[in-house]
């Protein structure tokens, strides 16, 4: 498989680096972004390997350092720190606060014994270790028929890592984008989805137990809590509902008939549920919320076997990462664990899809509020993810910035 390498630095020496590092790495491939304008535009792509340096125009460079692993989560990075100088030492300091090892300082090829060269050979011993472990393809979403909607499901094996922040968020970007959502809360024992939106104690699910599941049932019961976002409450109570075996995915399925997209928050310990485990078996997409700050290793493997015995299909899964801190565990290293533990047992792994910033004190001032943190910044992960749904589901992904009112009233 060919090393792609992003060389992400200033157009003067563009040129000569690209040149000097084509003939030592001769088997990669080489590509320039000579502005933090371009570098952006490559975000979600598969870059192996970032070389970032630290006179790239165009943003604040320790600016660009803390939003790199948003952009790049999984990339391998080299730093370009330049010769000794006041900014460089505070470049040098905040990058390793962040957790960054590849740090390559002085003019280039850098301060010996740490050149560029070297830096880049030790990335291709790692990115050789990681090779033993690909004979798994990473999972694309795939597309859904179109007589019908997607079914989006969040899950996790703890409670309290984020799975109704990013059901919700995902939801509101959607339908934000133009696509209309139905947001299901499928956590019956504890619902929080309406919570969210302050419509905490609204009837929901409830009300269609043991009736027959018609649209126009449904559509009594569902809530419109934002334009183009309408959620099927979980119960008031929080007793489970007396629902006939299959109803719940009668449920779903009548949903599905009626919006391109369906958002379903779930329970956190599903593996005893047997009609979670059905609702997993449909799904086109299953996205597993990993906290960063309360998963270890052991943990993430132990998630992905489970999640495979509650019927997620592996080709359907995708990795949020929450609370990301790049001091922790690095987006790479869960990849290779849920690849580990599902190795043998399925044919394609799941990709690290967005990746949630820790440090947003603001998920606190918005909670149970119905905003959702992040979203006016167009580089918010919500939005990389809610495009590759959308296209999954056929629909185009149209982010516009207009305030409700507008939105209320011009049906496009
Ligand atoms: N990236 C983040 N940074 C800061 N706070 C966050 C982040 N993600 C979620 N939170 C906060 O953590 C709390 C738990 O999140 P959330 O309710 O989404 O988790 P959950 O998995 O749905 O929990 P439960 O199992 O109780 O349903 C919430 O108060 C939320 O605002
Ligand atoms: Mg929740």
Known sequence: MEVLCLLAVEEEVAQVVRANLERAFPSWRFETATSAGELKG??????????????????????????????????????????????????????KELGFTGI????????RPYTIFEALREVEKELEEERTMEELTPVEIPPVKKERGMLVLVAANKG?????????????????????????????????ATAFFGLKGTPGVELLAGKPVTGELLRRVLVRARPGVDVLPGPAD???????????????????????????????????????????GIAEYVLAVVDQSRFSEHNVKSYAAKLLEAGVKPERMGIVLNRFSPRLASPKKVEN????????????????????????????????????????????????LAERIAAAARHEYRPVKRSFFARLFSKS
């Open 104 to 111: 390559v300082t002085g003019r280039l090829p850098g301060d």
């Open 238 to 280: 929080g007793a489970v509902p007396p629902f006939r075996a299959g109803q719940v995915t009668e449920i779903t399925r009548e949903l599905l008939k009626m919006y391109p997209v369906v958002v379903g928050d779930t329970p956190a310990a599903y593996v005893v549920k047997p009609w979670l485990k059905e609702l997993f």
């Open 42 to 95: 490559w975000a979600g792509r598969n870059v192996d390997v970032l070389v970032l340096s630290r006179f790239l125009p165009g943003e604040d460079p320790v600016r660009l350092l803390k939003k790199l692993r948003e952009f790049f989560p999984v990339s391998h990075v080299v730093l370009l720190a330049g010769a000794e100088s006041d900014a460089q030492r505070a470049y040098v300091r905040a990058a």
């Open 337 to 384: 664990w849920f690849k580990e533990a599902l190795k043998g047992r399925a044919k394609a792994f799941p990709m690290v899809v967005a990746v949630v910033p820790s440090d947003w004190e603001a998920h606190v001032r918005c909670g149970h509020k119905g905003k959702v943190v992040g979203l006016e910044d167009p580089s918010a992960p919500w939005h990389r």
């Open 160 to 192: 309290g890592v984020g799975k109704t922040t990013v059901a919700v968020s995902l939801a509101v970007a959607l339908a934000r984008g133009g696509v209309p959502v139905a947001l299901v809360d499928y956590d019956f024992a504890s619902p929080d």
